[in-house]
């Protein structure tokens, strides 16, 4: 880590996005955001630099108010039961264009480990992270019929971090 990044840096709300895509019956892509984003990043002198994200399920937005009443109800993100997603990391490793971060996501009730692919433009407080799912990964969100709401899916968040 460069010394000049050590600190704490709070996840800037205003400046941050949780975006998704997910395919849709292999017709169509759905794609939308969360709203709430809270999270602070720990850059220490030595040792490992953490991550802690939390989502606010409810404060999702499709552009389609049934769409998004339909995932907040207990067929997929049960927000009444479960307002909140979260990632913790465990790892975080350099690579030649950014780092590689691994950690747990927790949505509802299942916690599964994932690798965020971070991408750092130069020394700015701006980090970009790529995550797409393996089929094999399963949060048990499904459609009401019982099938898989996508098989596919790829979220990128844009986090904007300030010292504090």
Do not use: C
């Not at 994932?114 to 130069?122: C, E, N, R």
């Not at 992270?129 to 019929?145: C, F, K």
Request: charged residues 20%; glycine residues 8%; aromatic residues 8%.
């Amino acid at each position: 880590m460069s010394t000049n990044l050590v600190g704490t840096y709070a996840v800037d709300e205003a400046h941050t996005n949780v975006e998704f895509a997910v395919r849709h019956m292999m017709i169509s892509t759905v794609k939308g955001h969360f709203g709430v984003v809270k999270g602070v990043v720990v850059i220490p002198d030595s040792g490992q630099p953490t991550v802690d994200v939390t989502i606010g399920t409810a404060s999702i937005d499709t552009r389609a108010e049934a769409r998004d009443q339909h995932l907040k109800s207990a067929d997929f993100f049960d927000v009444e039961n479960y307002p909140e997603m979260r990632f913790v990391s465990n790892k975080v490793e350099r690579t030649s264009d950014g780092y590689t971060v691994v950690g747990n996501l927790t949505i509802k009730h299942a916690t599964r480990p994932i690798t965020l692919k971070v991408f750092h433009p130069s020394e700015s407080p701006i980090l970009t992270a790529r995550y797409r799912p393996g089929r094999g990964v399963d949060y048990q969100l499904a459609d009401s019929g019982g099938s898989p709401a996508g098989t596919e899916a790829e979220a990128r968040k844009h986090l904007t971090l300030w010292a504090g």
